[in-house]
Nanobody
Framework: QVQLVESGGGLVQAGGSLRLSCAAS????????MGWFRQAPGKEREFVAAKSWSARVTYYADSVKGRFTISRDNAKNAVYLQMNSLKPEDTAVYYCAAVGENTDYVPRRVSGYAYWGQGTQVTVSS
């Protein structure tokens, strides 16, 4: 069982930056693929970024590639999302997700993840 708690959301102007953190509790965190998703009002939850347990494999949505960076620190049981050059269309609730996976397979669909945080709001003003 893994529990996830996100933090770091807030209100920022377009062009600004935020760093989201996700603290995980539970055993064998290092053997989990970790992902970030987001959900804007009236829209489906969508993939943002994900990283394999070994950190050897990383994926980004096209909409955030070159602006967002996912990282993880297995010693601290944490995963991060550095968001730069934020745009109003990045406004959403951001969720951290995890799934037990001891290979470098990294799911990119909501259905691929077993554990979810409660979400943190990111609002980008124009």
């Amino acid at each position: 069982q893994v529990q996830l708690v996100e933090s770091g959301g807030g209100l920022v102007q377009a062009g600004g930056s935020l760093r989201l953190s996700c603290a995980a509790s539970g055993r064998m965190f290092s053997r989990y693929a970790m992902g970030w998703f987001r959900q804007a009002p009236g829209k489906e939850r969508e993939f943002v970024a994900a990283k394999s347990w070994s950190a050897r494999v990383t994926y980004y949505a096209d909409s955030v590639k070159g602006r967002f960076t996912i990282s993880r620190d297995n010693a601290k049981n944490a995963v991060y999302l550095q968001m730069n050059s934020l745009k109003p269309e990045d406004t959403a609730v951001y969720y951290c997700a995890a799934v037990g996976e001891n290979t470098d397979y990294v799911p990119r669909r909501v259905s691929g993840y077993a554990y979810w945080g409660q979400g943190t709001q990111v609002t980008v003003s124009s």
